[in-house]
């Protein structure tokens, strides 16, 4: 009896060695942008795939149907705001275009290291397109203007104040 045990064991334990699978090596591919910061973190192509091509669009007219109405892209919207000097000095003046006028809420302007805001305004109607802000008294530093749209998402960018 003990020697049937034994075969049995013997034979079982090899049975169960042959049912073990090896995982193979999987590894965490990382993407960043020319800035350093980390835009995409993940092990496979399929979960890659699933993100190309998408964009943030802002919609310009929010009271009509998304298919309606005209979209812009995050770019678009930038190429429709002007802002100058960079690096600013003394005054630095922000205006934009009818096309982001009705889509903007309110716009701001804080300081990065200390998050002090110098500037906010929701009046956007009556800043006419245009805005001034005297930095000269400000330190120098890096700032960041921030434009509220009316749909709630912050779309920002990075001032340098000499």
Excluded at 24 to 44: H, I, L, M
Excluded at 78 to 97: E, M, Q, R, S
Excluded at 121 to 149: A, C, D, H
Aim: charged share 20%; aromatic share 12%; glycine share 6%.
């Amino acid at each position: 009896m003990k020697k049937v045990l034994y075969c049995f064991a013997v034979f079982s334990a090899n049975w169960a060695y042959g049912q073990i699978i090896i995982q193979p090596p999987t590894s965490v591919n990382f993407e960043y942008d020319e800035a350093g910061n980390q835009k995409y973190r993940g092990d496979g192509v399929l979960s890659r795939n699933q993100n190309v091509g998408l964009e943030q669009t802002y919609i310009l007219d929010s009271s009509d149907a998304p298919t309606t109405s005209a979209v812009l892209t995050e770019q678009e919207f930038w190429n429709n705001i002007g802002i100058y000097p960079v690096p600013v000095k003394d005054i630095l003046t922000i205006d934009w275009t009818e096309n982001v006028n009705d889509l903007i809420s309110s716009v701001g302007l804080y300081q990065q290291s200390t998050v002090h805001w110098v500037f906010q305004s929701e009046k956007i109607p009556s800043l006419n397109r245009k805005l001034q802000i005297n930095m000269s008294k400000q330190y120098m530093g890096v700032y960041i203007l921030v434009f509220t749209l009316k749909d709630g998402r912050r779309v920002s960018k990075n001032i340098t104040k000499l």
